[in-house]
């Protein structure tokens, strides 16, 4: 149960917790582009400062690229230990000119706050160290031992994380872990994710002749790059959604009847969601609804692709090069590893032999299932009754968290709650990012009844 002065203490102080959440977002820590380093360490350091204004005790460490922030509360015996996972960095803004006002200058309207970062991850972060804030500004001491890994590359894929997990294993044991970096099912539908799907992301690029030729002059006797990078493109797929690499489907742990049902019986409201998407219609692969389509089945999309004269009017050429993005959305039991091998294969027998296509593997992740039958899930499941009022679903993400498998993997790790604060229609990675102020105070009230609840 969560103290009386603490939960009054949240609601007191819920202008000025925004106004903090305001001051994050105003860093544009991109982790993608190299102009925004300064940025990033800008974040990190904001991080450490809000976690030391809570007593912690913490430091910065640099790895190869970006840094992380590890912190902890001050040492209280026998009390359970929480390891909180964040990232401070975030996704690239563009298209600039679709934003309503600048994505780093945050703006509050309707009951949301807009910019880049602020359902992704900064304003869910943020919940677990103003709940920590709440608990001693109202006078309590904190019931758990909190450990903090913040860090500021999730969003390229986590690629010094791993060699950081290794070295600091000792530091980051704990009883649980906590990571609120995905969504609600729906806007008031609150949920626990307990599956996230993997991912594999790769470059191609064609290269054919030394220069773009005259498509008359030439025409008909070159491969074309871009002619040649469409057809491998749509050969990856099969008219009816379903990916073509031979083997793609071999290892997925198929859904159980009992977790097919209990998707059925989510409340999705497909037309609202077309709504917002703007799309009159769903795709996907046959045979399975829009929950398991878009949470537990693998997927294959091109993200970018480009080649040739798109300027105004016409050019009469033959590209010299084209080039895409191509990732895959992998889940449970899917190895990138071996992916990335029938991928590789299939490329190169679909590649004719008067171009060069080169593939250039970009960042992966594993996908992830969560035990549900935890004592730390019924913390939590108490916790998100307690702050959204209402007790929450389980439901599998679509979307990867790369820390996820690390921290199974490297500290052994099983007790891992994945609490989505953002919603689905947040605009993560899109232009309008936004996350509403309520969900951001319910979430500190549920993040501050966690911390009560987890050693019960
Ligand atoms: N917050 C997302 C992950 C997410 C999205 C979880 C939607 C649940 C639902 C995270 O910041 C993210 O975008 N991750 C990347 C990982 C990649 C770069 C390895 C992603 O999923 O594209
Ligand atoms: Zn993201």
């Given at each position: 149960?969560?103290?009386?002065?603490?939960?009054?203490?949240i609601?007191?102080?819920?202008?000025a917790?925004?106004?903090?959440?305001?001051?994050?977002l105003?860093?544009?820590?991109?982790?993608?582009?190299?102009?925004?380093?300064?940025d990033?360490?800008?974040?990190?350091?904001?991080?450490?400062?809000?976690?030391?204004?809570?007593?912690?005790?913490?430091?910065?460490?640099?790895?190869?690229?970006?840094?992380?922030?590890?912190?902890?509360?001050?040492?209280?015996?026998?009390a359970?230990?929480l390891?909180?996972?964040?990232?401070?960095?975030?996704?690239?803004?563009?298209?600039?000119?679709?934003?309503?006002?600048?994505?780093?200058?945050?703006?509050?309207?309707?009951g949301?706050?807009?910019?880049?970062?602020?359902?992704?991850?900064?304003?869910?972060f943020?919940?677990?160290?103003?709940?920590?804030?709440?608990?001693?500004?109202?006078?309590?001491?904190?019931?758990?031992n909190?450990?903090?890994?913040?860090?500021?590359?999730?969003e390229?894929?986590?690629?010094?994380?791993e060699?950081?997990?290794?070295?600091?294993?000792?530091?980051?044991?704990?009883?649980?872990v906590?990571?609120?970096?995905?969504?609600?099912?729906?806007?008031?539908?609150?949920?626990i994710?307990?599956?996230?799907?993997?991912?594999?992301?790769?470059?191609l690029?064609?290269?054919?002749?030394?220069f773009d030729?005259?498509?008359?002059?030439?025409?008909?006797?070159?491969?074309?790059?871009?002619?040649?990078?469409?057809?491998?493109?749509?050969?990856?797929k099969?008219?009816?959604?379903?990916?073509?690499?031979?083997?793609?489907?071999?290892?997925?742990?198929?859904?159980q009847?009992?977790?097919?049902?209990?998707?059925?019986?989510?409340p999705?409201?497909?037309?609202?969601?077309?709504?917002y998407?703007?799309?009159?219609?769903?795709?996907?692969e046959?045979?399975y609804?829009?929950?398991?389509?878009?949470g537990?089945?693998?997927?294959?999309?091109?993200?970018?692709?480009?080649?040739?004269?798109?300027?105004?009017?016409?050019?009469?050429?033959?590209?010299?090069?084209?080039?895409?993005?191509?990732?895959?959305?992998?889940?449970?039991?899917?190895?990138?590893?071996?992916?990335?091998?029938?991928f590789?294969?299939?490329?190169?027998k679909?590649?004719?032999a008067?171009?060069k296509?080169?593939?250039t593997?970009?960042?992966?992740?594993?996908?992830?299932?969560?035990?549900?039958?935890?004592?730390?899930?019924?913390?939590?499941e108490?916790?998100?009754?307690?702050?959204?009022?209402?007790?929450?679903?389980?439901?599998?993400?679509?979307?990867s968290?790369?820390?996820?498998?690390?921290?199974?993997?490297h500290l052994?790790?099983?007790?891992?709650?994945?609490?989505?604060?953002?919603?689905?229609?947040?605009?993560a990675?899109?232009?309008?990012?936004?996350?509403?102020?309520?969900?951001?105070?319910?979430?500190?009230?549920?993040?501050a009844?966690?911390?009560?609840?987890?050693?019960?």
């Amino acid at each position: 149960m969560l103290p009386a002065s603490v939960s009054s203490y949240i609601d007191k102080n819920r202008q000025a917790f925004v106004d903090d959440l305001a001051a994050f977002l105003k860093i544009s820590s991109v982790s993608t582009l190299s102009e925004h380093d300064e940025d990033i360490r800008s974040a990190a350091q904001w991080v450490l400062d809000q976690l030391e204004n809570c007593g912690f005790e913490g430091k910065i460490y640099q790895t190869q690229r970006h840094p992380v922030v590890l912190a902890s509360s001050e040492h209280i015996p026998g009390a359970p230990v929480l390891l909180v996972y964040g990232h401070y960095d975030v996704q690239p803004p563009d298209p600039l000119d679709e934003w309503e006002t600048p994505p780093f200058s945050p703006s509050t309207r309707d009951g949301y706050i807009y910019a880049r970062g602020a359902t992704d991850d900064k304003g869910q972060f943020l919940t677990y160290v103003k709940a920590a804030q709440a608990i001693l500004g109202a006078g309590e001491k904190l019931p758990v031992n909190l450990k903090f890994l913040v860090e500021g590359e999730e969003e390229i894929g986590s690629p010094n994380l791993e060699k950081f997990l290794r070295e600091h294993r000792g530091e980051l044991i704990a009883d649980a872990v906590a990571i609120s970096d995905g969504a609600q099912f729906a806007p008031g539908i609150p949920a626990i994710t307990y599956g996230l799907r993997g991912l594999c992301y790769f470059q191609l690029d064609v290269q054919g002749p030394r220069f773009d030729l005259h498509s008359g002059g030439f025409g008909g006797i070159v491969e074309n790059p871009a002619q040649v990078l469409a057809n491998i493109l749509a050969a990856l797929k099969a008219p009816d959604e379903t990916v073509n690499l031979p083997g793609f489907y071999d290892d997925v742990l198929p859904l159980q009847k009992s977790e097919r049902e209990e998707m059925a019986s989510l409340p999705v409201d497909e037309s609202r969601i077309r709504d917002y998407l703007g799309v009159p219609e769903f795709t996907g692969e046959p045979g399975y609804s829009v929950v398991e389509r878009k949470g537990a089945r693998p997927t294959l999309d091109i993200n970018g692709l480009w080649g040739g004269f798109s300027g105004q009017g016409a050019k009469t050429i033959i590209p010299a090069r084209a080039g895409a993005k191509v990732s895959m959305r992998l889940v449970p039991n899917q190895d990138p590893g071996i992916i990335t091998r029938i991928f590789h294969d299939f490329i190169e027998k679909n590649s004719p032999a008067g171009v060069k296509v080169k593939i250039t593997d970009l960042h992966g992740a594993d996908p992830v299932l969560v035990s549900r039958q935890t004592t730390a899930m019924r913390a939590a499941e108490k916790a998100i009754a307690a702050g959204f009022g209402k007790k929450p679903v389980f439901i599998r993400e679509g979307g990867s968290i790369p820390v996820v498998n690390l921290i199974k993997k490297h500290l052994g790790q099983e007790n891992i709650l994945l609490l989505g604060w953002g919603c689905p229609d947040d605009g993560a990675h899109s232009p309008n990012e936004r996350f509403s102020l309520d969900d951001f105070h319910r979430a500190i009230h549920s993040v501050a009844t966690l911390y009560y609840e987890i050693g019960v």
